[in-house]
């Protein structure tokens, strides 16, 4: 009896073994995965802290190129614009500027709406004309007054020493 005995008894040793060999590589691998759990975690912490920072970046850069697109627009009006002024006299000659296509709708190039700036500009530029216009009519208004008092003040004058001789 002691040989089917030992050997179950054998086989129940093994058998223990094994399990037990079993159960250290499953705590091992759980160990492992626990850490890659661990370092995906981090990395998809890593990737949204970098989507949102590209996100914000790309955003600013879209402003900024449309802020720098909407002043290259209005440079390039306000240039053409002052290329159509006389120069005044004496003064050195203008460059040649080329223009930029007109703003459109939207402010983009070629779509044929000037930017926002351009009205602003454009108001500052009439209030100065005008301004200059009311001043030289007030000059004008001035000098004809003028050519008037001097005018009755010859013939006046004229009358008076005209009387005399008389």
Do not use: C
Not at 17 to 37: D, M, P, Q, T
Not at 146 to 156: D, P, R, V
């Amino acid at each position: 009896m002691s040989g089917p005995g030992a050997a179950l008894r054998g086989y129940n040793a093994e058998l223990r073994e094994g399990l037990a060999e079993l159960r250290a590589r499953r705590e091992e691998l759980s160990g492992r995965i626990r850490e890659e759990e661990a370092e995906r975690s981090r990395l998809q912490g890593r990737i949204w802290a970098l989507t949102e920072r590209l996100a914000r970046t790309s955003e600013s850069l879209a402003r900024h190129l449309a802020a720098r697109g909407e002043l290259d627009r209005t440079i390039a009006e306000t240039e053409a614009a002052y290329g159509k002024v006389p120069p005044a006299q004496g003064s050195p000659p203008r460059p040649r500027v080329l223009p930029l296509p007109a703003a459109g709708p939207d402010g983009a190039p070629g779509t044929g709406r000037p930017p926002r700036y351009f009205y602003f500009f454009l108001s500052q530029i009439l209030e100065s004309s005008q301004t200059l216009l009311d001043v030289l009519k007030g000059e004008i208004g001035n000098a004809g007054k003028a050519s008037e008092l001097q005018s009755t003040s010859k013939e006046k004058e004229k009358q008076a020493h005209g009387q005399k001789h008389s």
